[in-house]
């Protein structure tokens, strides 16, 4: 998939567990673990933002682009 979800390396780096931003997001740890783990199909802007705001950064800080 050429779109990567590089959110387990924005967590590392605020220092926050799956299940503290699942929490502060308002998503169950299974669905962040989807995210996680590159398997998501598609993403809700309004969840997106909600993770930005509990990580402090921006979604190109998350989603990066790879050519396949």
Known sequence: MPIVV????MMAKRKISAGELA???GIT???LSILKNNKAKAIRFST???I???LDCQP???L???ES
Request: some cysteine; overall charge negative.
């Open 52 to 54: 930005c705001r509990a």
């Open 6 to 9: 590089n959110l387990d390396v």
């Open 29 to 31: 740890p299974a669905n």
């Open 64 to 66: 990066e682009y790879r």
């Open 23 to 25: 929490e502060k997001v």
């Open 60 to 62: 190109a800080d998350l």
């Open 48 to 50: 997106l933002e909600a």
